[in-house]
C-alpha cells in the first residue's frame, strides 16, 4: 500500500481535492480533523498542551480553539511546542489507521507536511495550490477570520514556490471542473505505480 500525503497552504482547498479523492473511493485520513479530536479525548495531549499554555486552553473541559490560535499563531516558538505536542500521536494514530485500510493507497491530509520536514514519511506528495488572494477571500469567508489573521497563519507556512520543487504532483484548485480533472489524472498516476 502505497502512503500519499495531500498538502497545501491554508485556504488552498485541501479538503475539496480530498473530497474528490474519497468520492473514487480512495481512504483520506484528515489530521487536523483527527489532530482536534485527540487534542479533546488524548489525555497525554491535554496534559502538555495545560502544561504549555496554562489552564484556559481547555474550557468547559474541551479544547478553547480560540484561545490556543490567538496564543500560537503570533508566537513561533510556541508554535512550534505545540506541534512537537501533537503531531507525534496524530502520526501514531495515522499510522494505526492505515493498517485498517484496503486500498492500493491511502492519502494523509496534512497542512504542515514540509514544514514539519515529514516528506520523506511518503511514497508521493501532492500539493494544492491557489493564488494567494483567492486563498485569502476563502479563508475570511470559511472561519469568518480577518485578512490579517489569514496572512498571519500563511506567514507560518512555506511559500507554494519551495513547496513545488518537493512535490511529486501538483493539483491547482481554482476551477472545481479543471480540479476534478487533475484529481483524476494524478489519482490514474499512482495507479499506474501501485
Known amino acids: 500500500m502505497k502512503i500519499i500525503g495531500l498538502t497545501g497552504g491554508i485556504g488552498s482547498g485541501k479538503s475539496t481535492v480530498a ?5 473514487l473511493g480512495v481512504p483520506v485520513y484528515n489530521s487536523d480533523e483527527r489532530a482536534k479530536y485527540l487534542m479533546n479525548t488524548s489525555l497525554e495531549i ?7 499554555l496554562g489552564e484556559e486552553a481547555y474550557k468547559a473541559d474541551k479544547l478553547n480553539r480560540s484561545f490556543i490560535a490567538e496564543k500560537v499563531f503570533s508566537n513561533i ?5 505545540l506541534n512537537s505536542i501533537v503531531h507525534p500521536i496524530v502520526r501514531n494514530d495515522f499510522i494505526d489507521w492505515t493498517k485498517k485500510q484496503d486500498y492500493s493507497y491511502v492519502i ?11 516528506q520523506d514519511l511518503y511514497d508521493s506528495v ?6 494567494k488572494e483567492t486563498r485569502i477571500t476563502r479563508v475570511v469567508d470559511r472561519d469568518k477570520s480577518s485578512r ?12 507554494d ?4 520543487n518537493l512535490s511529486n504532483y501538483v493539483i491547482e484548485n481554482i476551477d472545481l471542473e479543471r480540479t476534478s480533472l487533475n484529481v483524476l489524472q494524478v489519482h490514474a498516476s499512482i495507479l499506474t505505480d501501485c
Open 126 to 131: 501532492i500539493l494544492v495550490t491557489a493564488p
Open 108 to 118: 494523509q491530509e496534512t497542512a504542515l507536511l514540509f514544514e514539519n520536514k515529514a
Open 19 to 23: 473530497n474528490m479523492f474519497k468520492e
Open 161 to 164: 514556490k519551495t513547496k513545488l
Open 148 to 159: 490579517e489573521q489569514v496572512i498571519a497563519r500563511m506567514n507560518n507556512q512555506l511559500d
Open 77 to 81: 516558538n510556541l508554535l512550534a511546542e
Open 46 to 52: 491535554k496534559s502538555q498542551l495545560i502544561k504549555l
